[in-house]
């Protein structure tokens, strides 16, 4: 449920020259946001603010659990596709050792695959799901290949680089062979036509359905996330999960990663955190779901410590039925600043629960324990590496949430990053159609773009009920997208209502006319600029905000309350009646309630189709050639900070030191080479 969305990195641009050598950070030296950029992405680094002003004891726990989130790394580029290491280790041992000509056109294109896959944790696009295109020749590619010292190149046990080259070169080379991370089109088998490593080989979407289904007992008012820490595969004809835990699947990382949590547990501030991180490593030790729930609701009660964190198999956007989760770390403490903000809107939020348009029997007649926090990120992990949520809502489990509540973030210094990396990149002058528009998103872009965060975390996916019987499986693959357009429906209906004003939430009437008019102009046509041509949207955040903004255009297309309008030969978005733009934002946040409440699966299916997913081929072109004259990249993603601990002569962490300087391609060579324990091939 985090992820709220990369909408905002939509509205930045690097000002993108060359990154020039990294400096040493020092106090004079303004901190540097944009670090380098290449393909469509950007590379930024966050500043973790006030770590200064942690205790010792907090340093250390920080410093523990950021190693737990950095020794996972492998896990993910082994989820996301079978040959990920490989092809990483491959490409990692060519740079590190290459002697030819650095300006040659090969070994340019080279350096930027290698870019490529590290940003996306493997050779599938982080966000658009496709296998990107190598630009340098295969040739250039098995030359090198043979040129490296055989010990360096990871064949499987007893194999010849030949026979390895014939291997690993169609997994880069051949579009076709997984040619898609996560396939969620329609009419297909989403699980044997995705490309992650969920599922071993000749196992069908039907056999997956009825595996998981069968271990469903009925009437069980508390399910453990059935399949979530697993591999499935078939043996023999037979299914089985291959769990991952110590002694299992991945168990060279979770090994590591238990130690960490071991020694962080030392430094815990109170005994609550203690249970907390001591259940996660018994999880860990066991596999065992039981014990994941058991920690879950402990993790939900810890909120009077500082720092906190995630680190686990907890997101299921990789899987295309969304049972197997991907694995993640983020370590971060409180920013009491913007912790008093978030806390006015959740000792709201039954006034917003019974204020909402949606019908009263799909309302939670109670919302319970929405604790809501700003925090400051300190380490990014797994699947939140480099790209990152900018919000978070925690644990997934519903019935966890209904009967212990969750826990729900905004990660402030991350937007922070985002907007102070942004500025000037013109961006608004190309896109904004009017001066009015360009005005107020000037005065409270920021503003409210935090505000939607908060009511979409703490608010929206807290809000509304299940009829009984009904569960998220029923929505199947449309589950995530009708899931993340309720929060966002949520948070646009609010943003305009006068409870921000009498809240002091907002300061001016008008400043919602900020994010409303982004949120169109994102979900219409600027978003457009991370699709690969001729490709429909496939990622369920995009497509939760296509589909908002479509069916709003369509059904307030009878009195133009929103128009695509053509200025100086340039597609705009005009809004012409910010106040019905709100009602048909509250019609849909209704009939998407409801349609999560019953689990109506044609309903969904009809809404993400008809309006989430198509893409005007023109308008399309139009975008990316914008886009690529003010040379902004679409997508952003972070470099880490560096922490380094002083320890006692008993080996007791007396301080950490935190810095800056450390480069995109140094950073991704160094947890390479630090933090890589898995073997390369699964078996
Ligand atoms: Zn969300």
Known sequence: MKKLTLMMTLMIGLSCTQQKKEQAATEAVPFNYNVEQFADLGVLR??????????????ALVYCLQEAALWGRDIIFAQNNRYNLAVRRTLEAIYTNYKGDKNSEDYKNFVVYLKRVWFSDGIHHHYGEEKFAPGFSEDFFTAQVKALKSSLVPTRQGQSVDDFLKEITPVIFNPELFAKKVNQDKGIDVIVESANNYYGDGITQDEVKAFYDKMKAANDEHPVPYGLNSRLVKKDGVLTEEVCKVGGLYSAALEKIVFWLKEASKYAENEQQKKVIDLLAEYYETGSLAKYDEYSIEWVADVNSLVDFVNGFTETYGDALGIKA???????????????????????AQWFEDHSPVLPKYKKKQVKGISAKAITAAILGGDCYPTTPIGINL???????????????TITNITDAYDKAAAGSGFND???????????????????????????????????QLMPGVGDKDLNVYHSSIEESRADLFALYYIADD????????????????????????????????IEPGKQIEEAHMRNRSMIAH???????????????KKDGKTVVV????????????????????????G????????VETYGVKVDPVLHKEVKERYEKLGIAPYKGFVNPVYTASKDKQGNITDVKISYNEGYAEQMLRYSKDYSPLPTYDE
Not at 395 to 409: A, D, L, M, Q
Not at 501 to 514: F, Q, S, T
Not at 551 to 565: F, P, S, T
Not at 600 to 607: N, S
Request: some cysteine.
């Open 395 to 409: 644990p997934n489990s519903n019935w966890i949430r209904k009967e212990h509540g969750s826990k729900s973030v």
């Open 551 to 565: 069916w709003a255009l369509e059904h307030g297309a009878k009195d133009k309350v929103v128009e695509l309008v």
């Open 46 to 59: 966050y500043q973790v603010t006030d770590f200064d002003s942690l205790t010792v004891q907090q340093k």
């Open 600 to 607: 109506d699966f044609k309903g969904a299916q009809t809404l």
């Open 499 to 530: 409870k921000m004003l009498e809240l002091g939430l907002l300061d001016n009437p008008e400043a919602y006319k900020a994010e409303y008019y982004k949120y169109m102009m994102n979900g219409l046509m600027t978003q457009l600029s991370r």
């Open 326 to 348: 991907s694995w993640e770390s983020i370590v971060n403490f409180k920013d009491l600043k913007n912790t008093a903000l978030t806390k006015i809107i959740s000792e709201n």
């Open 575 to 598: 809004i012409n009646d910010y106040a019905a733009l709100r009602k048909l934002f509250g019609q849909l946040l209704a009939e998407v309630q409801r349609v999560k409440s019953e």
């Open 430 to 464: 190309e896109f904004v159609c009017c001066d009015y528009e360009k005005e107020l998103m000037k005065k409270y872009g920021s503003q409210t773009d935090n505000l939607h965060t908060d009511l979409h975390e703490c608010l929206g996916h807290a809000s509304g």
